[in-house]
């Protein structure tokens, strides 16, 4: 499998300045171009989908060329986040 690093993400109970709010989701996201080190800092409102574990948890993002070991078909970008080694690994295909 090939991966580049994308950006490590770190929750927040605390909105940072330049936020953009996703509102399908529900959640707050930094630009990670804002920060040093490529950090991603996220901010969730009750009735995201995400799970528990992303919402007290960092992740490391990494852009990858296959998913299709951890998740199944879909006709848009797609997104899994994975536990490995003990890690939450964010993994990101582009449509």
Do not use: C
């Not at 040093?36 to 989908?49: A, W």
């Not at 990494?62 to 690994?89: C, H, M, N, P, Q």
């Amino acid at each position: 499998m090939s991966a580049d690093y994308m950006h490590i993400g770190i929750p927040i109970t605390n909105r940072k300045p330049g936020m953009t709010y996703n509102e399908g989701a529900k959640f707050w996201v930094s630009n990670v171009d804002d920060y040093d080190y490529k950090i991603e800092y996220l901010k969730f409102e009750e009735g995201t989908p995400f799970p528990e574990e992303i919402h007290r948890n960092p992740h490391v993002a990494y852009k990858v060329d296959d998913l299709e070991k951890y998740i199944a078909d879909a006709d848009t970008t797609r997104l899994a986040f994975v536990w490995k080694d003990g890690a939450i690994l964010e993994l990101y295909q582009e449509a």
